[in-house]
Structures are given as structure tokens and as C-alpha cells.
């Protein structure tokens, strides 16, 4: 079992950063591949970027390539996205997931023109 909490979400202006942090509970952290995903109003949830286990592989979505990277630290049970250069259209909840199984309760992200 893992619990997932996610934290870092505000208010930012067109251009800014976040940093999101996902902190994990439970002891099979580091075997799981994570994952950030959001859901704008209206829209669907959708993949934002990956990272494996190890964190020697990473992958994201086409719209934050360049933009957004995504790490891990298995020391402290943690993933991060660390989001540059924002833009309206970011705006959304984003949710961490470990592998397909565990979900977090979603931080708010809000990006003003």
C-alpha cells in the first residue's frame, strides 16, 4: 500500500514556476515508476510525465517538453515536478500516481495571463 501526498500548487503568473512535491508513504516507494497527471475544469484527466523507478528514465507529454521535468528522491519517498515557464493553459488539479495502482488527492494549479 502506498499513500501519495501531493503539495507545492498555487497561484503563479504567465512565465512563472512551481515546484509540486509528492510525498509517499509506505515502504515500496522505490519499486514503483511515478507518474504526475492533471485535469483541467471540463477536460479529462491527462499524462503530464514519468519517471521509472530508478529514476534514470524520464518522459512527458509533448505540451511541457522543455518546460517541466520530473525527479525522484528515493531516499525521502518523494517525486517533484518542477514547472517552468507556465502558462495559462496548465491550469489544472495535478495528481502523482504510483505505477497504475496509487493515487494522490491533487494540488491546484493556477496559471493567470
Known amino acids: 500500500q502506498v499513500q501519495l501526498v501531493e503539495s507545492g500548487g498555487g497561484w503563479v503568473q504567465a512565465g512563472g514556476s512551481l515546484r509540486l512535491s509528492c510525498a509517499a508513504s509506505?515502504?515500496?516507494?522505490?519499486?514503483?515508476?511515478m507518474g504526475w497527471f492533471r485535469q483541467a475544469p471540463g477536460k479529462e484527466r491527462e499524462f503530464v510525465a514519468r519517471?521509472?523507478?530508478?529514476?534514470?528514465?524520464?518522459y512527458s507529454t509533448d505540451s511541457v517538453k522543455g518546460r517541466f521535468t520530473i525527479s525522484r528522491d528515493n531516499a525521502k519517498n518523494t517525486v517533484y515536478l518542477q514547472m517552468n515557464n507556465l502558462k495559462p493553459e496548465d491550469t489544472a488539479v495535478y495528481y502523482c500516481?504510483?505505477?497504475?495502482?496509487?493515487w494522490g488527492q491533487g494540488t491546484q494549479v493556477t496559471v493567470s495571463s
Open positions: 500516481a504510483a505505477g497504475s495502482d496509487f
Open positions: 509506505g515502504r515500496t516507494f522505490s519499486t514503483y515508476a
Open positions: 519517471i521509472s523507478w530508478s529514476g534514470a528514465t524520464t
